[in-house]
């Protein structure tokens, strides 16, 4: 009976297996359908230098504007994609977008850096550099070092000596790094010397904790330190009331984005974000 029990169990775990298998296959094909039908678009989120106020560019941010289901956030349908070639194929079309909407921008007199989001698989291609050239090609009026390229420290550590070849080749073309979610991943310390990425994103889960949580706030200090050391420069985002930017902007810290400044926003909103937005620092504004 025992060993019919786990017959049963067996053929049970099979159908699950089945069922998550097609589950996956479906969700993919389903996404494969959105790039087809143009579903996929960026919304812009602000970043800004909190101190003196100035804007210094936009992180463009992928939304999936499903016919059923409303406006999707990454979440909600990205790590489906992961360790799948679909993956590189969005990310191309997040690049060639980005860059697109910066030639617009660039043709209206706008002249808004840019950072795209990179995927570790999209990274760790061989002929990501030469891709990367390629798009920048398609638009000649967007200078190379206005698009920076955003990846996850976590996504750099699975083969280090490669990232760092890929980072360097595309700042040959002129396009730099920034590692985000920075601190999350362990060793930051060592593996920073192995990426020469120009800036380091201090994630929004120290920023968020930082006015009740010391660790936090010994967390950011570190990172603030370690980019002083290596010569990178820092932004922190997730700042959402102006008792963070105070804080970040005393401890040497004055760039950030976060809800605080301005949420992510459709591509047609930021031009009209960027004139509305006075220049007096995020201090001032309370
Ligand atoms: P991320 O790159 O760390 O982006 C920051 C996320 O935090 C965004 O969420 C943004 O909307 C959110 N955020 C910004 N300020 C605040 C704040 O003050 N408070 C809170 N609670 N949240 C804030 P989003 O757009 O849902 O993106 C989530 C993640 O998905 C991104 O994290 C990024 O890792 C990934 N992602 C987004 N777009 C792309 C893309 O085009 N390609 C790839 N590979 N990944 C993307
Ligand atoms: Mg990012
Ligand atoms: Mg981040
Ligand atoms: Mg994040």
């Known amino acids: 009976a025992a060993k019919q029990a786990g017959k ?41 230098n909190m101190k003196s106020g100035e804007v210094i560019g936009a992180e463009a941010l992928i939304r999936w504007q ?17 360790d799948h070639p679909i993956s590189i194929e969005i990310g191309e079309w997040v690049i060639g977008t980005a860059l697109a909407q910066m030639s617009s921008w660039h043709a209206r007199g706008l002249a808004v850096p840019v950072s ?36 996850l420290e976590t996504s750099c550590l699975e083969d280090l000596g490669k990232v760092g070849a890929v980072m360097k080749a595309c700042q040959a073309v002129g396009v730099d790094f920034t590692l985000d ?3 999350t991943g362990y060793s930051s310390l060592s593996h920073l010397k192995h990426l020469p990425a120009a800036t380091l994103k201090i994630d929004q889960s120290f920023v968020r904790d930082m006015l009740d949580d010391p660790n936090d706030l010994a967390i950011i200090n570190g990172v603030i330190g370690l980019a002083r050391a290596f010569g990178r420069s820092v932004i922190a985002e997730g700042v959402e009331t102006a008792a963070h930017a105070t804080l970040l902007i005393s401890m040497g810290c004055e760039d950030a984005q976060g809800y605080g400044i301005a949420r992510p926003m459709p591509a047609t909103d930021l031009p009209a974000w960027i004139s509305g937005w006075r220049h007096l620092g995020y201090v001032g504004k309370t």
């Not at 699950?16 to 919304?43: G, M, T």
């Open 8 to 48: 049963n169990r067996y053929h049970l775990f099979d159908v699950a297996q089945d069922n998550a298998i097609k589950i996956q296959h479906d969700s993919l094909e389903r996404i494969r359908l959105a790039l087809s039908r143009h579903e996929f678009l960026l919304y812009y989120q602000p970043k800004v």
């Open 181 to 183: 979610d920075f601190g």
């Open 116 to 151: 795209v989001n990179i995927g570790a698989r999209q990274l760790q291609q061989d002929c990501f550099a030469t891709r990367l050239s390629q798009l920048l090609a398609e638009h000649p009026n967007v200078q190379p070092w206005s698009l920076q390229l955003e990846v």
């Open 66 to 82: 499903h016919p059923e289901r409303g406006l999707l956030n990454p979440a909600e349908f990205l790590p489906i994609t992961e």
